[in-house]
């Protein structure tokens, strides 16, 4: 455990130095980034600034959510960048080998040998949108928020991870290129808004199958709205954790099936 | 003995499926497949003692890679048992390849984007060496294979031959009892094969490595293994020593004559030897052939220069090659089932 807590650092200054190297890149990678969430957030506000109160949620709460969908969402856009991949370049390309004859956990080499660190540009954005909205909901963010927050944006996070690493599975048994992981990819983006404006099924399907609802609307609901989703603090937790395991149960069978290629 | 390699009755299958042809096949497809097992590793059973360099041949697709996976932990075998330094390789396969140090020829275990220095400092803290073992193995491994020179670029830039060398390197940089080749020497240069070469024996030499490596390079083999396995569809076919291969599938034996002048040829020819092949090569070269079952060479000699002049003799060596294509093409597999 702790070889591989002081190889993750060592694989962040590595990776980010390889990432530095190509400056050009890099900060174009960071601009697109950057713009591309100031669209997103310039776009929610187009829509929801006229709306005064929408199912029970104003203008500044929805904001509020939005930003803080950010920090699950950048913290695993980081780390998911092999799993996105993993299909193409570890199954049919057979680079799962050389992660398969190394004495570490084959997912952690998975998760942590590449990051895409444009992506903590998010992060920024995320907390100076969360301190403008609590500004102007006179909500005081103390340290316990704060604590509370990044609690939930590690669940969070967890929780993107889990459903992702379970699709990423997919590829130990079918050898064909399956085109799942893109769309439900874009499912993320269903739970940066307030989940009582979907229809019921739409909201059953986001808290229990796909929980995306769980790393982001219900920890900033209840900590907005106390009065009614307050229990949802505990379950937010108990659905990281039980996702993950069995995302990781699946990972375990997928790598014994796994057939390498033929050379 | 205990092995430091105990592999019993070991079987991969893989299950492929049939595509069907066309556009219409190709949707009948989606509905129904036709699955076929196909047998890769076919109840094979060897064991490697300490020390031990073994070489492990067979033509494309004869299951040397998926043996080589199955022992190194990635795949797990159909059926079967494998115990390699104790372990059963993919049950315990983190503690297992702390022990094991893994080559492939075909592809690279380095980090592609950085310095190769960079790759082995990473690959240091992950197997856990000391700092002072690093830089003595270090300094060690660049006498021999040179690495010095290159240390300090992105491996991507590296050429085939150096990249070669630092895989090489960077497999025994733990300095595990046990080492797993796949073709370490494909396509290489002579100097660079000759660099890895003396660089294995000397590991091996030093510290009681046992390898066991896969080459179509049957050079490799005779330079250092002293044990070869020959391996085709899935079945061990050979298990023993260089030597040992000969005796038992050099069947026929040759002596080249070169006579004195035309006259003798004449003579030769009107010898009476029984069961000999007598081939006329050039004006004054003829080639003797005979099984070496019923006659020896020297017996062979004795009869022709005492009734013919001969002004020189070659007796024909059978190549490794040449005993091993045959192996492949299935000639001499027949003779051995006999």
Redesign the interface.
């Known amino acids: 455990m702790r070889?591989h807590i002081?190889?993750l650092v060592?694989?962040f200054i590595?990776y980010s130095?390889?990432r530095l190297a190509y400056r050009g890149d890099f900060l174009i990678s960071v601009v697109t980034t950057v713009v591309a969430t100031v669209f997103g957030v310039a776009t929610v506000w187009l829509i929801f600034h006229r709306v005064p109160r929408l199912v029970g949620w104003d203008f500044y709460e929805i904001l509020f959510l939005y930003g803080f969908s950010l920090l699950p969402m950048s913290l695993f856009n980081m780390l998911s960048i092999n799993l996105y991949y993993f299909g193409e370049t570890y199954i049919v390309e057979?680079?799962f080998?050389?992660v398969?004859?190394?004495?570490?956990?084959s997912l952690f080499q998975i998760l942590f040998e590449q990051f895409r660190l444009e992506s903590l540009s998010d992060m920024v954005l995320g907390v100076v949108l969360l301190v403008g909205c609590a500004r102007h909901l006179g909500f005081a963010l103390g340290p316990w928020e704060w604590l509370y927050l990044a609690a939930a944006t590690v669940c969070g996070c967890v929780i993107y991870l889990a459903i992702f690493l379970m699709l990423t599975c997919v590829s130990f048994w079918m050898e064909d290129r399956v085109g799942v992981i893109p769309p439900v990819y874009n499912m993320l983006t269903f739970g940066r808004y307030p989940l009582d404006i979907y229809n019921p099924f739409v909201k059953f399907l986001l808290s229990w199958i796909v929980p995306f609802g769980f790393a982001t609307f219900y920890p900033t609901a209840s900590l907005l709205k106390e009065d009614l989703y307050r229990h949802y603090i505990y379950l937010v937790p108990l659905v990281a954790a039980s996702f993950f395991l069995l995302a990781l149960w699946i990972w375990s069978r997928g790598v014994?099936?796994?057939?390498?290629t033929?050379? | 003995m205990r092995g430091v390699v105990e592999v019993e009755e070991l079987v991969k299958e893989f299950r492929t499926f049939e595509r069907r042809e066309g556009l219409f096949g190709a949707i009948r497809d989606l509905f129904s497949r036709q699955y076929r097992n196909r047998r890769a590793v076919d109840r094979i059973s060897f064991r490697i003692g300490r020390g031990e360099m073994v070489g492990y041949i067979g033509p494309n697709g004869a299951g040397k890679s998926t043996t080589i996976k199955m022992l190194t932990g990635i795949l797990v075998p159909t059926s079967g048992r494998i115990l390699a330094n104790g372990f059963v390789p993919w049950r315990e396969r983190t503690r297992y390849t702390q022990t094991i140090g893994v080559v492939f020829g075909q592809r690279t275990q380095l980090w592609w984007d950085i310095a190769v220095v960079e790759s082995f400092q990473l690959l240091k803290k992950i197997y856990e060496v000391s700092e002072s073992d690093y830089r003595a193995r270090m300094k060690h491994f660049d006498e021999i294979l040179e690495l010095g020179r290159y240390l300090h670029t992105p491996v991507r830039k590296l050429s085939l031959g150096e990249r070669m060398r630092c895989d090489v390197a960077a497999a025994l940089l733990h300095n595990p009892p046990l080492v797993f080749l796949d073709e370490p020497t494909i396509g290489l240069d002579i100097v660079a094969k000759e660099h890895i070469r003396e660089f294995l024996r000397e590991v091996n030499r030093n510290y009681g490595t046992t390898m066991l490596l896969t080459t179509h390079d049957l050079s490799d083999i005779e330079e250092l293994c002293a044990r070869l396995m020959i391996l085709d569809h899935g079945r061990l076919l050979f298990d023993g020593g260089l030597a040992d291969l000969k005796n038992r599938f050099w069947r026929e034996a040759a002596v080249r004559l070169y006579l004195k002048d035309r006259e003798q040829g004449q003579r030769l020819s009107q010898l009476n030897l029984h069961g000999i092949g007598c081939e006329k090569l050039e004006e004054l070269v003829w080639r003797l052939h005979f099984a070496r079952e019923e006659w020896t060479a020297a017996e062979v000699i004795r009869r022709v220069v005492n009734a013919v002049e001969v002004r020189d003799i070659a007796i024909e060596e059978q190549s490794i090659e040449e005993v091993v294509k045959r192996i492949y093409l299935g000639e001499v597999l027949e003779e051995s089932r006999r």
């Open positions: 070889r002081s190889l060592e694989y590595q130095k390889v057979g680079k080998d050389r398969l004859v190394r004495p570490l956990n014994r099936n796994y057939s390498s033929g050379s």
